[in-house]
């Protein structure tokens, strides 16, 4: 069968360009500039920003730590305790035990500016570091495997590792059990609670995280890579939203804003999972999810989830 290419059926397409240097140097020099948590919505909301070196040197700085200098190896991460709280409310209210891996299956539609696509889509999870996304339709194939900070994309036989910068938000959201349980289980996470908001006509907690790489002076850089958005539901303490950027490089490479909504939690195996998972890109709606059966426990292999990264590991 002929597959056109994914980004002709309206997939994101990343260009991957040389990461620069992130010097220590060029941080402190931008030491005058305002540490806050919202600074991240005025800087995605200007014209022409994204395009802009200088603008993902300031969210290292800003990712790196909220309200004091950059972290270094030696220094712990800011771990809001507010946020942590309602983060471990809302794995124990999906259930609080990981599964050691699962299965999910159902359809997926794809929209692209007039144009929609339909076919089936497979998510793969193992413990917290592994994912991989499996989506078939009439005219596109394509697999992005996510394994341990390593990810490659996969259309028909052709595979592409991705670089660290891409790799690091390339983990599979559709399973936020897993995703959770990996932040705050790593030391390296730093939380921030920032606001309630109104999601979806709920009331929801609004918290930021990412990963500091407080132990890793060398891959420090990518804290901002890793800079995700959650929304936890008052009432219920499960996941409403959650939100990131995906980006291959710094520089003039553009980013791409990821919005995915949560709904339709069925208990399977004593874990909570969305059955209806709805994803954005740059505000626009570009894939609905219906889950139709997950399994647990299957046995997963590690070949479930073929990696490359030009890179290298963390």
Not at 37 to 58: A, W
Request: with cysteine.
């Amino acid at each position: 069968m002929h597959y056109k290419t994914l980004s002709q059926r309206g997939f994101p397409s990343l260009v991957v360009l040389p990461a620069q240097t992130c010097t220590r140097d060029r941080i402190d020099n931008l030491s005058y500039l305002k540490q806050s948590p919202h600074y991240f919505e005025r800087l995605r909301g200007g014209p022409g920003m994204r395009s802009t070196v200088i603008v993902f040197f300031v969210l290292f700085v800003l990712a790196s730590t909220i309200g004091s200098a950059p972290l270094t190896a030696q220094e712990s991460p800011q771990r809001d305790p507010r946020a942590l709280s309602l983060v471990a409310q809302s794995l124990a209210a999906m259930g609080g035990v990981v599964p050691s891996d699962s299965v999910a299956s159902g359809r997926i539609e794809l929209v692209a500016g007039s144009t929609t696509d339909s076919g089936r889509i497979r998510i793969l999870t193992r413990g917290v570091d592994q994912t991989a996304e499996q989506i078939q339709t009439s005219e596109a194939s394509r697999t992005i495997a996510y394994s341990r900070r390593q990810a490659a994309e996969q259309e028909g036989a052709t595979r592409k590792g991705y670089s660290l910068e891409l790799a690091v938000s390339s983990q599979s959201a559709a399973f936020p059990l897993t995703l959770l349980a990996a932040a705050l289980n790593n030391p390296e996470t730093a939380f921030y609670y920032l606001d309630v908001e109104t999601v979806e006509g709920v009331a929801a907690h609004r918290i930021r995280f990412w990963n500091s790489f407080a132990s890793k002076p060398r891959f420090q850089y990518l804290a901002a890579f890793t800079v995700t958005d959650l929304w936890i539901d008052a009432a219920s303490g499960l996941p409403v939203k959650l939100s990131y950027e995906r980006r291959a490089a710094f520089g003039a490479e553009g980013a791409i804003p990821v919005d995915v909504y949560y709904s339709g939690y069925r208990n399977v195996g004593g874990v909570l999972y969305p059955f209806l998972i709805k994803k954005s890109f740059n505000g626009t709606p570009w894939a609905t999810i219906a889950i139709e059966n997950v399994v647990l426990n299957q046995g997963l292999t590690d070949a479930d989830f073929p990696v490359e990264s030009e890179g290298g590991g963390l």
